[in-house]
């Protein structure tokens, strides 16, 4: 049993920052796996937003590379998004996911084996 719990959402303006979450906990893999973070926007499909290796590799949607930054413990359980220069189009609620494989780029969602309930972001002025 894995889980996922996210924290630090909420509403900012745009051009502000917010700071994501997520620890897992239970039986976590200690070998190579990806954890990170998708976002789905009301109507819209669930999307890939940034994705961190257990080898440390990071990889990033094209819509927030250069404003976002993911970051993992040194145990590689709790994974963090720093989100900067917010735009309401970032406006989403954010989910924590995980799967324990070695992974390259960011896994499409059906790809991803665990999931958190996930966190409101509201970018809104």
């Known amino acids: 049993q894995v889980r996922l719990v996210e924290s630090g959402g909420g509403s900012v303006q745009p051009g502000g920052s917010l700071r994501l979450s997520c620890a897992g906990s239970g039986h976590i893999y200690r070998g190579s796996k990806c954890m990170g973070w998708f976002r789905q926007a009301p109507g819209k499909e669930r999307e890939g937003v940034a994705i961190i290796s257990s080898d440390g590799g990071t990889y990033y949607a094209d819509s927030v590379k250069g404003r976002f930054s993911i970051s993992q413990d040194n145990a590689k359980t709790t994974v963090t998004l720093q989100m900067n220069s917010l735009q309401v189009e970032d406006t989403a609620r954010y989910y924590c996911?995980?799967?324990?494989?070695?992974?390259?780029?960011?896994?499409?969602?059906?790809?991803?084996?665990?999931w958190g309930k996930g966190t409101l972001v509201t970018i809104s002025s």
């Open positions: 996911a995980a799967v324990f494989l070695r992974c390259v780029s960011i896994p499409t969602s059906p790809e991803m084996d665990y």
